[in-house]
């Protein structure tokens, strides 16, 4: 079984900074992408920031200059370090990963259970 965990997530001032984790774990022969996204009440889920293996990187208009991630490959794992963070930041944050199942050689893609970070005073 594979899955991945978030963690970081939780409550900020205005202009405050949050780092998010996420560790992928299980029967993984690789993982290709690996990113956030996040859903606001009564909106969408929506792309946050995307990395793949080689370290190709996207992001959200609305969070680039902002936002920074990163992966270890080797540890299986992806980062999100917020700064300059909004009220309109607040959300559900969720990690995901493209991962190769071992042994199967399958893909599938593996979502988090989410992580809430509010900015407010």
């Known amino acids: 079984q594979v899955q991945v965990v978030e963690s970081g997530g939780g409550l900020v001032q205005p202009g405050g900074s949050l780092r998010l984790s996420c560790a992928a774990s299980?029967?993984?022969?690789?993982?290709?992408?690996m990113g956030w996204y996040r859903q606001a009440p009564g909106k969408q889920r929506g792309l946050v920031a995307t990395i793949s293996s080689g370290g190709s990187t996207t992001y959200a208009d609305s969070v680039k200059g902002r936002f920074t991630i990163a992966r270890d490959n080797a540890k299986k794992t992806v980062t999100l370090q917020m700064s300059g963070l909004k009220p309109e930041d607040t959300a559900v944050y969720y990690c995901?990963?493209?991962?190769?199942?071992?042994?199967?050689?399958?893909?599938?893609?593996?979502w988090g259970q989410g992580t809430l970070v509010t900015v407010s005073s």
């Open positions: 299980g029967s993984i022969f690789s993982i290709n992408a």
């Open positions: 995901y990963a493209h991962v190769v199942v071992a042994a199967s050689g399958r893909y599938l893609e593996v």
